[in-house]
């Protein structure tokens, strides 16, 4: 009768143990990505248990110097996009997170090719250095790419708005991408409303 009080005892416990593991950790997601030239670029997205923030992994094969970096504590993937914005003839990368909650405020994780011999990072400009164009900014970023450019439109909030009823309109930021100084840069070129 012990022996088979102590397999069972044993057997409820591993049962549990694997039900825990399956429900609080998640799997990773990877992807992988292909510019026009033949370069791969995989992204691995990993959620350490018990928090809302991601740990992202980029890295590429088929460059001279392949990148390998990892972000941790970042706002979870919402959209990746694939692109040559400056015209160059190679791809950039563009990984748009977006943080959990009421608010969803987006960013944008970005790198661009070397002429294929590297991937170097992409400046993404914060808030904070545009307080005019941002003025009534709120999250609930959406990115696109249109016309070689990444836009970032939202909703505008009043002063008496809830996060439920903006009542401004929407606001278009349109971003381009230009070599800086010491790296690679998204500038804002233009802005727009729209009812």
């Not at 661009?112 to 970023?141: C, R, T």
């Not at 278009?172 to 230009?178: D, E, G, P, S």
Request: aromatic share 10%.
């Amino acid at each position: 009768m012990k022996i088979v009080l102590i397999l069972a005892f044993f057997l409820l416990t591993i049962g549990f143990l694997t039900c825990s593991k399956s429900n609080n950790e998640r799997d990773p997601l990877k992807r992988e990505f292909k510019t026009k030239t033949g370069k791969s670029i995989f992204i691995t997205e990993t959620h350490p248990e018990g928090q809302s923030l991601s740990n992202i992994e980029i890295r590429t094969e088929g460059f001279a110097h392949n990148l390998s970096e990892r972000f941790e504590d970042k706002d979870p993937i919402s959209d990746v996009f694939i692109s040559d914005l400056d015209g160059n003839g190679f791809d950039e990368i563009y990984i748009v997170t977006s943080s959990q909650g009421s608010g969803s405020y987006g960013g944008v994780l970005a790198f661009a090719s070397n002429k294929d011999l590297s991937m170097s990072m992409i400046n993404f400009p914060d808030i904070k250095e545009n307080p005019i164009i941002f003025d009534g900014y709120m999250g609930h970023d959406v990115f696109t790419i249109e016309d070689q450019g990444l836009i970032r439109t939202f909703p505008v909030y009043k002063n008496d708005d809830t996060n439920q009823n903006p009542t401004g309109g929407k606001r278009k930021v349109i971003y381009k991408l230009a070599p800086g100084e010491a790296m690679w840069q998204l500038k804002i070129v233009s802005t727009n409303f729209t009812n």
